[in-house]
């Protein structure tokens, strides 16, 4: 916890991180899930950990992993439906070309519906990261979206327990994807319930977005739901240690998150390839709580005055005093 | 005109094209309206000419001007309200923090709207150039998109003889710009009678989308009135002549314009620097000919077969067979 | 063979490709390298496959494999250490801080020097992938530049028999590597004999180059000495089938490898995740077919005409003409 | 002055700031040098102005200029010869295809190099931002970067009293420029003396070059001798504030400019278009100041140390220490 915020982590951030090279990943592999949450339980003020369905939760472990989220005092925020880590997902899920690829995401989003109702989890992320092109002439882009929006509405009727939230991205692992703006996700989600947005900060950044106008939009359409904590070199989703490379414009998002209301998670999605985790995450936190103390420090109104008056050297300069002090 | 499609060119394309660095341009500038339409009617197939309110058009000369239209059988599709060259839009117009820079900038496009009307030109074209921001904290991005909207929706009650389109760009004037994307300028104009969307094609690849699918999820949404023609590095809006540089793209976009039934104008966006002015066009126009003509020879069914395939290689053989010919 | 070239391949490209989510990748994975030999032997006018050290050749195979590829009659033409897929590198090989890790790349390259000697296989291909940094003040970038060229001078030291070929990229597995452009890779080898660049045309463009223009830099310091071929969005190193995104560069590209004489392989580095692999690579050399046939057809002389000229119109006419013929 | 830094800003910091649509400036025109001189003077710390050539310094004013300046009690620390701002620039300078043109801009260099001597201007700096293309097949690279190294050759010959730094960019005004890089502008030095590198580091940036790195490289080759502060988007040279956008970028560069021992100036090249000009110079130089205050606080032997490791946590730790104090 911090302030109001829960703070968690997607589990895979204790994993081995692999790349498409390294496809053992550059850290140690193999760790059970009870190594990787007592690393997860060294995170001070960590709250919960994000699970993947099939892979970290399934019908068969599922009694030992709550049981084992409730000894070690973690909760649950999100089961994460596997959409994207098998070869029949390759091309397409929800808007697959293929009717039958698209039927078995729609049951693979349900089954994990079910896990989380049954484990206490209150959101499943739909991240249609396979769903795209990687060539023009590929795809039917009308098909796609509807089916795309149908599968999305026939999740969220199957269980009012559980909210099915969206997770947009520009590309990767497609070369294109076709959820890939705050907008075009607002736009899907239009008169269907029981459903939201999953901001992945590093997805909005490699979106070309601002990732503080992407948060308000979504904000202003109740659908700012969920975040993902990382930072990225604008060309590809890196899922680096947070604010580490943009830090005015993260120091701007945690002002628009404090000024929208926003109560939810804020979950750390980072892939440290090549540091040691518990760290790297704790390092993640550690630009949070300092962002967050000095803009609450400041004050809201006083931010808001400056924001309002749109004199660019102001901005900077606030920046410059939130940041680095004095004045 | 070729086949049902009406192609023009906005008349800058004829004018010094300056920069900022060259700001008396690299052309010959100081033209007249006459010396610019007798070189507009050198380009074959033209049909007519946008132009830009106040500088081109405006109270004192509309009648002369509508009769210079009318001798060199040119059509005016589009008016172009000036809310971008003046030191007073710097900060903003529609969507300005200054109430009193908002009202003048929804005077600006109503007056072009009655120019409009008058000399039989049935839409206007507002593009937001200058609202946005450059730096972190210096905008209010909940109130500007209010701002913009509201002021939209004010303009489009005017007149019903002209209909408001929007023209979305990522950047340029402004560092960044509010309205920067097709799923943005839908969700914008949601509600509002008696709009569209301007789709600059430029300003769609430089905005990191797909040409081709952001002009069928605009034509999804009936909002796909009006289509501008150029062609970038996709880093900066560089007008450069059509096809020059994506020219598996623009095949695609042409393919999507001929399936969703697009039959409004073609109207060149190009800026050519340092290019003698008429070939440049003339090029463009050649390129899309080519393109509309091997599209049309191979059949839209056989081309969407293939489409809904979604096989990679295919689509690539597909666009080396319509471009280069042969198999 | 295409007239004076030699069509090579990666070995990988018949391989499953997988990228960090999927692990297995897309294809059918476990192959032989006979059964990935007899993909290739479809692959019509391919003379040869590249091979990574230790994964497809080494102490143990190396008389089977030579014997293989004479049997299958591919030329091997390049031999690439594996300094990339294991964890071992991941804080970098040739320029690593740790002195034991450099120590061990460099007897990793010579090693595959050795068996290029005894496979008759002229090239390595010494691509520091892992050398770099993610994080600003990571690295040390003197001491770094230090230790890669004290590297490759001792490999190129190592062996006459086998020249030692640099291959630079832009970022990836590392967020930024220190080889990423041709004129870096240049002042890296000045001095160093025995050496010569490989450039990766997707390479090249992902790092913000124009193609044509590294090539003919490198060709002018004599230090053109293999060629991959792919294409990608500019934004990451897609490996896709070539001239598959931008065939104007690539067009323009031939042009400067048949200006320049280059002689020697045109060998695709393609990663064809979600496609089938032996057309893929098929589509890929029909375009070069395609590419060359065309030019060679205009002559070099009247397409250097119109180079020298510098008009950007009849430039674009020309590419016009070039690929969709006609004028 | 700051610690042994002189503090520098180009002149145009305090125009009108125009770019392509507004071509009148957002800021008021047509002041005088006086008031532009008058202005500079309220920037706490600052030593000197540069100057372009024939537009601000010339045969009819130099004498008016210097005594203007010596009143003032500013240096000149460089002229640029304006190789841009006219249409006979528009197809390239020093390496134009036209031999007469590439005359007239080696004269151009020769007369700034001639003002700037009379003046006691140390240094001019060759910006050869027209030397480019926009289209493939529109330029000949090979000829294009001999004219190039010829004229800067001939200039530095000219004068020994003044030394000739070249300045790099990506692109802009022209599409894609010839000399773009650190390393390709080391290349093209080689062999002609009395000449170095102008880094603007925006222009470092916007070519994907990491600053810090650069800075090292040039240092590495002795010709890191001038440096132009600013920040961007990465996709533009945007010539904003100092560290607005890209601060742990920045934090690295002056680590290495200290490291180094740069010792030269520290000129602002920024375009403040929508800000005052004043503020938004004072502000680049807190920046400046307290980014240099915070390292020589840590002191380079510490911060080496971390650099060394090249553990990226312990980085990214380093520079929210350095940012925002505490740990």
Same mark, same amino acid.
């Given at each position: 916890m911090f302030g109001k915020w829960k703070l968690g982590a997607c589990l895979p951030t204790f994993a081995s991180c692999a790349d498409r090279y390294c496809l053992s990943g550059y850290g140690r592999g193999g760790k059970t899930m009870e190594e990787m949450l007592a690393m997860a339980k060294k995170v001070e003020g960590l709250d919960g950990l994000e699970l993947v369905g099939n892979w970290h939760i399934n019908d068969e472990n599922i009694a030992k992993v709550t049981?084992?989220?409730?000894d070690f005092g973690f909760a649950i925020p999100m !089961?994460?439906?596997?959409?994207?880590?098998q070869e029949k997902w390759g091309r397409g899920s929800l808007a697959a070309a293929d009717p039958a690829t698209r039927k078995a995401a729609v049951?693979?989003?349900?089954?994990?519906?079910?896990? *989380?109702?049954?484990?206490?989890?209150?959101?499943?992320?739909?991240?249609?990261g396979q769903d795209g092109f990687e060539y023009t002439f590929q795809a039917d882009y009308t098909d796609a979206w509807k089916w795309l929006r149908d599968g999305v509405a026939e999740c969220a009727a199957h269980s009012k327990?559980?909210?099915?939230?969206?997770?947009?991205?520009?590309?990767?692992?497609?070369?294109?994807?076709?959820?890939?703006?705050?907008?075009?996700? !607002?736009?899907?989600?239009?008169?269907?319930?029981?459903?939201?947005?999953?901001?992945d900060v590093g997805h909005s950044l490699a979106?070309?977005?601002?990732?503080?106008? *992407?948060?308000?939009?979504?904000a202003d359409h109740k659908l700012l739901d969920y975040i993902?904590?990382?930072?990225?070199?604008?060309?590809?989703?890196?899922?680096?240690?947070?604010?580490?490379?943009? *830090?005015?414009?993260?120091?701007?998002?945690?002002?628009?998150?404090?000024?929208?209301?926003?109560?939810?998670?804020?979950?750390?999605?980072?892939?440290?390839y090549r540091e040691e985790k518990i760290p790297a995450a704790s390092e993640s936190f550690a630009w949070v709580r300092a962002m967050i103390t000095r803009i609450e420090k400041r004050g809201l109104p006083a931010v808001g005055e400056i924001v309002r008056r749109g004199e660019g050297t102001d901005s900077v300069r606030l920046v410059r005093e939130l940041l680095m002090g004095g004045s």
């Amino acid at each position: 916890m911090f302030g109001k915020w829960k703070l968690g982590a997607c589990l895979p951030t204790f994993a081995s991180c692999a790349d498409r090279y390294c496809l053992s990943g550059y850290g140690r592999g193999g760790k059970t899930m009870e190594e990787m949450l007592a690393m997860a339980k060294k995170v001070e003020g960590l709250d919960g950990l994000e699970l993947v369905g099939n892979w970290h939760i399934n019908d068969e472990n599922i009694a030992k992993v709550t049981r084992l989220f409730k000894d070690f005092g973690f909760a649950i925020p999100m !089961i994460v439906p596997d959409l994207w880590t098998q070869e029949k997902w390759g091309r397409g899920s929800l808007a697959a070309a293929d009717p039958a690829t698209r039927k078995a995401a729609v049951a693979e989003v349900k089954k994990c519906m079910d896990w *989380a109702a049954e484990a206490g989890c209150p959101t499943v992320d739909v991240w249609p990261g396979q769903d795209g092109f990687e060539y023009t002439f590929q795809a039917d882009y009308t098909d796609a979206w509807k089916w795309l929006r149908d599968g999305v509405a026939e999740c969220a009727a199957h269980s009012k327990k559980v909210k099915v939230l969206l997770e947009y991205k520009l590309r990767e692992p497609r070369g294109h994807c076709f959820l890939n703006s705050a907008a075009k996700t !607002i736009l899907l989600l239009q008169g269907i319930g029981n459903t939201g947005c999953l901001l992945d900060v590093g997805h909005s950044l490699a979106a070309g977005e601002n990732m503080a106008e *992407a948060a308000a939009l979504l904000a202003d359409h109740k659908l700012l739901d969920y975040i993902h904590l990382n930072d990225n070199s604008r060309s590809w989703d890196d899922d680096m240690i947070f604010a580490s490379v943009h *830090a005015s414009e993260h120091l701007e998002l945690v002002y628009w998150l404090l000024r929208t209301g926003y109560a939810g998670w804020l979950t750390l999605d980072i892939f440290p390839y090549r540091e040691e985790k518990i760290p790297a995450a704790s390092e993640s936190f550690a630009w949070v709580r300092a962002m967050i103390t000095r803009i609450e420090k400041r004050g809201l109104p006083a931010v808001g005055e400056i924001v309002r008056r749109g004199e660019g050297t102001d901005s900077v300069r606030l920046v410059r005093e939130l940041l680095m002090g004095g004045s």
